[in-house]
C-alpha cells in the first residue's frame, strides 16, 4: 500500500489527498507532526532523494533558519534539521514501493505512476 508522508493542514498535502481519492486509490496517511520522523527514515530519503530536493527551500521553517546553518547544509544536517523539525520536508512524500518515491504533487506525475 502506498504511505503519504506529510502534515494535514497544508494545502498540497490537501491535493494529493483529493487526487488519490478520486482515483480510488488506497493510502496509508504518516503525519509528521503526530507520529514524528525517525532518523532511518531521514537518512533514506536523503539517499534516494537527496537533501536538495527533500528540504523544502521555500517554506517558512527554511527561511527561519540562520544562514550559516542554510550555507553549510550536508546530508547529516539535513537528517537532523528534518527530525527536529518535520515541517521543513518537501510535501506530500509518497512511498510507492521500498525504493520508489514520488516527491511533490503534480497530477501528470501522479497519474502517470499510479494509474
Avoid at 527514515?41 to 546553518?69: F, P, S, Y
Avoid at 537532523?80 to 515541517?87: C, K, Y
Avoid at 510535501?91 to 503534480?106: A, C, D, I, T, V
Wanted: with cysteine; glycine share 4%.
Amino acid at each position: 500500500m502506498i504511505t503519504i508522508f506529510g502534515i494535514k493542514n497544508c494545502d498540497t498535502m490537501k491535493k494529493a489527498f483529493r487526487w488519490l481519492d478520486e482515483n480510488n486509490i488506497e493510502y496509508h496517511f504518516h503525519d509528521y507532526k503526530k507520529a514524528g520522523v525517525d532518523e532511518t527514515m531521514a537518512k533514506a530519503w536523503i539517499d534516494l532523494l537527496g537533501w536538495e530536493n527533500v528540504i523544502n527551500k521555500r517554506g517558512t521553517t527554511w527561511r527561519k533558519l540562520d544562514d550559516e546553518v542554510k550555507n553549510t547544509i550536508d546530508n547529516e544536517k539535513a537528517v537532523n534539521i528534518m527530525l527536529a523539525q518535520p515541517s521543513i520536508i518537501k510535501r506530500p512524500l509518497l512511498r510507492l514501493k521500498e525504493s520508489e518515491y514520488l516527491l511533490g504533487f503534480k497530477s501528470e506525475e501522479y497519474t502517470e505512476k499510479l494509474l
